[in-house]
């Protein structure tokens, strides 16, 4: 089996991943935060240990303004809807996935403004589009870091630029970059950045987070127990506990730790280096082939690890199936949750195939992978 | 290595749900709903059975009617939050954990009524007390079903009746009875019903879940991607998809499923008649050690496997550190994230120190945990 579809979830994860989860559970597998014994403490500190590991990843000073949640929707929900108010103004694009472009429009309704900025047929944002956009009352500008459809890699260190010479908050959708791309939230000028535990940060489902810039004060989305203030019936506005309400994913957030300890100590470079020539020999071998169309830049200077073709007029769930049923290659077909994005690059009725590689593909992989794509299209 | 703190997380787990888990991280960690591949669909499937062995402990007929969530938490605010709008007046308990209690206080600053129904001593709720506190404009009632400070078990049956009689939703908290006390949401006229997934069902950290009856319409919290009508800008409203944004703990739901298949196989009357005779042995025990205050009904008829006490004036941390470092016993102290509930029965100020029984506990445990305590309170 050829695992192709690391942008829905990196799979397999490294060995690490799976052994810390089961020590946590096995061993001390109590509620963190929560009790005074010696279970309890051994997790919580380890979760904190966490929140240092990957706040190193992406330069954030302090751990404290690093919130777990459960998946990267949750934080992109929390950082648009905490910070955004009746009259505000939002910025976004036309690339962005559903879990930020829905959380946008039911905001709408509520007397949110919104700008949705066009991508080219490459997926590619141009910020001066953005920066044209800002109005009086513009508050926040979010969008994604690399598109989950065409890979399109953004101008986010521009972007970030633009916001804060414009004094408007910038939240970055790091879905598709976590791990595998350079995010430095202080040179980059991001206020917010949401990102998932479970795709290249190579951690287990369940699991994700959102980095809040210190002093940026969001509201959070629920109240509950936070194992702190418990005499208060209020929600505390100490971080993390304002956002972490409820008993955290403690085994999860301990397997996220293990991948982005295996991130850091293979190196990020090495990893998008790999990803890179995959992804530079898969594009340069299928645009050859004929009837095939590729998306995106075609470029992995400005393209990700995440392909798009379709062949000929062929369906895109067609590809997709027999992929899996003749030759065992797991891809993702359809519309990825990206309406607009599909639009732009003009394949909302087709939906695309997605080949998306992570760490553990090999080259043998994408040559098989190459191959299969050159049968079936002479056949179709 | 004691373990008592089962009322904030159960430990161990089953070994199936260890093994369920590490299957699915390992063989087919894929991201379900999301793709049409083989390992895509077979965690899909997964999933939904999971949704079906859940849905039969509850006598829950519809399984789409049950959402996943991340933890008991979420669901509680889902379903508070989702249903309660300006000018409506909620009736809840002194009894309740601040998962109830927050949610609530925060949409009280929003125009929203709330009437918090007193306990006695035992930490009792008297459903004509919740009766009496109808009006007009009373949307929604909301108990505990077991207090997670004095394990009282609260009269649900009587209060869904009441809030059926009156033309009122009811929103039960499981939090520290599913998976051991029986819920039929039908017989008990539970209109939702929010439960963790990593206590009495045996699951993982990382799960919870939200029953929603037919034809109850609550909004959301989040928004995002949900693998269904992925065209759309709008949240789709179809069930269960409308309240499962982004991906889900796809391993975690797979070991809760397990949780649970184990509490069906072993069946849950003997789990409860287990739990029963450990706490009133126990209870029986240390009410007669001098100086130790034991909080609750002391009745296992009205008292789940929880057991606060206190040794004479000694602080509740103290004893726990004791308990923890020469004995053993991992117990939980202070305050229990329910502040109320502590004025209730009088223990705001010293705490308590809360035991919790799990299924894995033995009767020899609870023969050591009577002579700590004996042997402690001696020397206080």
């Known amino acids: 089996m050829i695992y192709f579809d690391n942008a829905a979830t990196s799979f397999p994860k490294p060995e690490m991943v799976y052994d810390s989860i089961m020590k946590v559970m096995k061993e001390y597998g109590a509620n963190p935060g929560r009790s005074g014994h010696k279970l309890a403490l051994k997790l919580g500190r380890e979760i904190f240990e966490t929140r240092e590991t990957i706040a190193k990843l992406f330069n954030i000073k302090n751990p404290m303004n690093l919130i777990f949640t459960f998946n990267c929707t949750e934080s992109l929900n929390i950082g648009i809807k905490g910070i955004l108010e009746k009259g505000d103004h939002v910025i976004t694009t036309s690339m962005e996935h559903n879990s930020v472009l829905r959380p946008i429009k039911a905001l709408e309704k509520l007397g949110i403004e919104v700008t949705i900025v066009d991508g080219d047929s490459k997926g590619r944002i141009d910020p001066l589009h953005i920066e044209e956009s800002i109005k009086e009352n513009t508050k926040l500008i979010v969008t994604t870091h690399i598109s989950n459809l065409t890979g399109t890699i953004m101008p986010i260190h521009t972007i970030g630029k633009i916001a804060k ?18 995010i ?41 127990g936070t194992g702190s203030t418990s005499h208060l019936l209020e929600q505390p506005d100490i971080r993390p506990d304002r956002y972490e309400s409820g008993t955290p994913n403690g085994p999860g957030i301990i397997g996220l730790g293990a991948g982005v300890e295996y991130i850091l100590e ?20 299928v645009t050859k082939i004929d009837k095939v169309k590729v998306y995106g830049p075609l470029d992995t200077k400005y393209q990700a690890a995440v392909v798009p073709l379709n062949i000929g007029d062929l369906d895109s ?63 179709a």
Chains 1, 2 share one sequence.
Do not use: W
């Open 184 to 224: 430095d939230v202080e040179k980059m000028n991001i206020d917010m950045l949401a990102f998932p535990g479970h795709k290249g940060l190579l951690g287990p489902q369940g699991t994700g987070g959102l980095y809040i810039k210190e002093g940026l004060d969001i509201r959070e989305m629920g109240q509950g």
């Open 317 to 379: 769930s067609e590809l997709s199936y027999i992929l899996d049923q003749n030759y065992d290659i797991e891809v993702r077909p359809g519309l990825h949750c990206a309406p607009l994005a599909h639009k732009t690059i003009g394949t909302f009725e087709q939906g695309v195939v997605r080949f998306s590689f992570g760490p553990f593909n090999t080259h043998e992989e994408i040559e098989l992978g190459i191959k299969a794509i050159k049968e079936i299209s002479k056949e």
């Open 165 to 182: 010479e414009n004094g408007v908050y910038y939240l970055v959708d790091g879905a598709q970059s976590a791990g595998v791309y350079d």
């Open 266 to 285: 293979k190196g990020i470079d090495k990893i998008r280096i790999h990803e890179e020539e995959l992804t530079k020999h898969f594009i340069e071998e």
